[in-house]
């Protein structure tokens, strides 16, 4: 079963040896690199990948909330999260979003080979290092405890990871095309939602559900 695979990571050394491990499977190509979010979704519109490889935290969009506008935009086209997060809070977001596997970075060559099949068979696959309880705790709790972050809009997510990363309203604004007023009043609405009232505490709150990274 041969499968067409974008590869999405915003470490350049990271795709590199990838890159190198996914040719290396076999009947396994792949069509190109992303490195952050926005690039996911546009060489997924011109590639037409079979799989996205996506890494959860990239700059400007990340890849949860790539993974959920790449499933209402191409649903043909299958999510593998590879990510460093064990917590069972990144996986459930994972599937939430309509990630179709969740692998850890730290796994082994065979796996990502084991995944990559399951997910062109229509199949969800997760980590073996991922709690085996995840999936059954994943179904029990879908409708009734939603987790960090899924209260807020896609919108509100998005201008929330890019105040996270520091940029200003102004920055916001022309990022998204809407006005400061706007991007402001986001701001306000996220804090008394969140019961956040400064910018370390939303840079915090980003940092617990997977928007940016540490490291960022």
Do not use: W
């Not at 999405?8 to 996914?22: E, F, I, N, Y």
């Amino acid at each position: 079963m041969s499968c067409r695979v974008l590869l999405a990571d915003d470490h350049t050394l990271v795709r590199a040896g990838l890159r190198k491990l996914l040719e290396s499977l076999p009947d396994v190509e792949v069509l190109g690199e992303a490195c952050d979010g926005m690039e996911v979704l546009s060489l997924a519109e011109q590639l037409r990948p079979d799989v996205v490889v996506m890494d959860v935290a990239m700059p400007g969009l990340n890849g949860l909330d790539a993974t959920a506008r790449l499933r209402l935009a191409r649903p043909e086209i299958k999510v593998l999260i590879l990510s460093m997060h064990q917590n069972e809070d990144y996986v459930r977001q994972a599937l939430r979003q309509g990630a179709a596997a969740y692998l850890l970075k730290d796994a082994a060559p065979t796996e990502l080979e084991a995944g990559l099949r399951a997910v062109l068979r229509g199949e969800t696959y997760l980590s073996a290092a991922v709690s085996k309880g995840v999936m059954s705790d994943y179904v029990k709790r879908l409708r009734f405890d939603e987790p960090s972050g899924s209260q807020l809009t896609p919108r509100q997510r998005e201008v929330l990871q890019l105040i996270a990363e520091g940029h200003s309203s102004k920055e916001i604004a022309r990022r998204l095309e809407l006005s400061v007023k706007t991007i402001d009043t986001h701001r306000s609405q996220l804090m008394r939602q969140l019961d956040i009232h400064e910018v370390t505490g939303l840079v915090r709150y980003a940092l617990r559900c997977g928007l940016i990274s540490a490291d960022s």
